[in-house]
């Protein structure tokens, strides 16, 4: 079955710092991997996603890197800010499914 | 606010009780998506709607879930004789019909069965 996962759990960064979140995934049939930001109390929010037949993806301070020979995504932030504090999962879709399946999450500290 | 609406936000019931949690999706979206989230967990998939019609149902949609969304709008995600293990979040998402990654989540309403 997909399979989505990350690496690690936790993540301190100083403030005005770079954060990198990373994502393995099992499946490569699918079509879309994503990443969403969730707030304490709040339901997940899109941040950006990236099609199976791109390796690099950029948005507004983030910048997505997938690499598909290794089947690992990638989430980064730049000038990470305390509104970045959040619990950030990765996620797959097949297009044909229709169907999303989450990673655990890794929950982003932001230090002042 | 025309985002996605769900409610209640918090139901605190006692097991073998009947709970029904309501869903108003974003007023142009075809696809309606629930999704069941326990603490440290990313959100499990349960089902999903295009429009009025039910597509699919995860294994984790035991027989005593339900959902229904008549007229292909707002959404019921009833549990029947709720278990100490039904408690968690249950989110719920929509999105339009087309080929995208963005799914538009609600706050979710969050379920403890005592």
């Known amino acids: 079955g997909e399979s989505v996962g990350l690496h690690l759990p936790t993540l301190s960064v100083q403030e005005g710092d770079n954060s990198i979140i990373n994502c393995a995934y099992s499946?490569?049939?699918?079509?879309?991997f994503i990443w969403y930001k969730q707030e304490s109390g709040k339901g997940p929010q899109f941040i950006i996603d990236i099609r199976s037949n791109m390796d690099k993806r950029q948005g507004q301070r983030v910048t997505v890197l997938l690499n598909k020979t290794v089947k690992h995504l990638s989430l980064q932030i730049a000038a990470t800010q305390p509104g970045d504090s959040a619990v950030y999962f990765c996620a797959e879709n097949i297009i044909s499914f229709n169907k999303f399946y989450f990673g655990s999450g890794t929950k982003l500290n932001v230090k002042p | 606010d025309t985002g996605v609406s769900q409610d209640p936000r918090h139901k605190i019931t006692k097991r073998g009780q009947n709970v029904t949690f309501r869903c108003d999706p974003i007023s142009e979206h075809n696809r309606l998506y629930w999704y069941r989230q326990t603490l440290g967990q990313g959100p499990e998939f349960l089902t999903y709607?295009?429009?009025?019609?039910?597509?699919?149902k995860s294994r984790l949609l035991s027989d005593r879930f339900s959902a229904e969304r008549p007229k292909g709008s707002f959404s019921t995600l009833e549990i029947q004789r709720t278990e100490q293990g039904d408690s968690a979040m249950y989110l719920c998402?929509?999105?339009?019909?087309?080929?995208?990654?963005?799914?538009?989540f609600g706050e979710g309403s969050r379920l403890t069965v005592l």
């Open positions: 998402a929509s999105s339009l019909l087309r080929e995208t990654g963005e799914l538009f």
């Open positions: 499946n490569s049939a699918s079509d879309y």
């Open positions: 709607f295009q429009n009025e019609a039910q597509l699919e």
